[in-house]
């Protein structure tokens, strides 16, 4: 068993930047791929970027540039730093967590193979 919490949201005006953590408690944090998902109001929960237990990175290609996923294995952490914010990216964001028994298996996108889950962070962006 994983708990995940989120923290770092909040209110930031376009253009500006947040670092989302998450904390991960439980089981060996190392064993798992991480990912950031969102989910705005009245919109399906979307894929933002995952890290795979090797440490590569997988962006959405609509956001691409403006984030940088991370993890500290020795924090039990993940963080997503998100820059140059607008409007769009309004939304709760979400970690979550996959165990993966292969270290160089690719992430998934699809929220369907992540076992764990936060409870939310809210970001909201204001023009």
């Known amino acids: 068993q994983v708990q995940l919490v989120e923290s770092g949201g909040g209110l930031v005006r376009a253009g500006g930047s947040l670092r989302l953590s998450c904390a991960a408690s439980?089981?060996?944090?190392?064993?798992?791929?991480m990912a950031w998902f969102r989910q705005a109001p009245g919109k399906e929960r979307g894929f933002v970027a995952s890290?795979?237990?090797?440490?590569?990175?997988t962006y959405t290609n609509s956001l691409e540039g403006r984030l940088s996923i991370s993890r500290d294995n020795a924090k039990k952490t993940t963080y997503l730093q998100m820059d140059s914010l607008k409007p769009e990216d309004t939304a709760v964001y979400y970690c979550?967590?996959?165990?993966?028994?292969?270290?160089?298996?690719?992430?998934?996108?699809?929220?369907?193979?992540?076992?764990?889950w936060g409870q939310g962070t809210q970001v909201t962006v204001s023009s």
């Open positions: 979550a967590a996959d165990r993966v028994y292969t270290y160089d298996s690719a992430t998934s996108r699809s929220p369907e193979e992540y076992e764990y």
């Open positions: 439980g089981r060996t944090f190392s064993n798992y791929a």
């Open positions: 890290i795979g237990r090797n440490g590569r990175t």
